[in-house]
């Protein structure tokens, strides 16, 4: 199975910052990596495919990177953006996730 | 609207079966694959199943393969997921979700259901 690290696993930032995730994928997995929003009892709500936008989600975010490593970022942080964020791998199943980040404010 | 309802989950005993529905409306049910995807209380999100469009192919978890089964009924557009033998560590939060094409991302996802194996 294709391990997915995340970090960091929690993050403190304020409203206007600039955010980075990593998520690192145990073997290549092209583009085929994914970013999800979730907020306490909710389901997860996609935002980046394979370093595209979904749509009807704001510009601010954007996803990079090929291979093993990715990167999410916020490029200036919304009150409505503190949620945890996971990526997901959907080259081969099983499909793994990241654990997850929790973006908590400052 | 494009929605996924999932329904059937509940407590259930250590052994015992359950069967989860997923009533999909506004497109065409029958030209997606569908995923299960479960999250378990306080932790992450883990891949439970896929099955194709027609219904035709199917892929499991390690973690579930024997015990439980994707299905679909394209004429009532509804993905179910029979399980059986339930374990306590099957507790969880059950979502069923839609693949976007190409990517095989998850763009659509139901609200979930809880199913609860305990004695």
């Known amino acids: 199975d294709i391990q997915m690290t995340q970090s960091p696993s929690s993050l403190s930032a304020s409203v206007g910052d600039r955010v980075t995730i990593t998520c690192r994928a145990s073997?290549?997995?092209?583009?085929?990596l994914n970013w999800y929003q979730q907020k306490p009892g909710k389901a997860p709500k996609l935002l980046i495919y394979?370093?595209s936008l979904q749509s009807g989600v704001p510009s601010r975010f954007s996803g990079s990177g090929s291979g093993t490593d990715f990167t999410l970022t916020i490029s200036s942080l919304q009150p409505e953006d503190f949620a945890t964020y996971c990526c997901?791998?959907?080259?081969?199943?099983?499909?793994?996730f990241g654990q997850g980040t929790k973006l908590e404010i400052k | 609207e494009v929605q996924l309802v999932e329904s059937g989950g509940g407590l259930v005993q250590p052994g015992g079966s359950l069967r989860l529905s997923c009533a999909a409306s506004?497109?065409?049910?029958?030209?997606?694959?569908m995923h299960w995807v479960r999250q378990a209380p306080g932790k992450g999100l883990v891949w439970v199943s896929r099955?194709?469009?027609?219904?035709?192919?199917?892929s499991y978890a390690d973690s579930v393969k024997g015990r439980f089964t994707i299905s679909r009924d394209n004429a009532k557009n509804t993905l179910y997921l029979q399980m059986n033998s339930l374990r306590a560590e099957d507790t969880a939060v059950y979502y069923c979700?839609?693949?976007?094409?190409?990517?095989?991302?998850?763009?659509?996802w139901g609200q979930g259901t809880m199913v609860t194996v305990s004695s």
């Open positions: 979700a839609r693949v976007l094409y190409s990517s095989d991302a998850f763009d659509i």
């Open positions: 394979a370093a």
């Open positions: 073997q290549s997995i092209s583009s085929y």
């Open positions: 997901q791998q959907s080259y081969s199943t099983p499909y793994t």
């Open positions: 099955i194709n469009s027609d219904g035709s192919s199917t």
């Open positions: 506004g497109f065409t049910f029958s030209s997606y694959w």
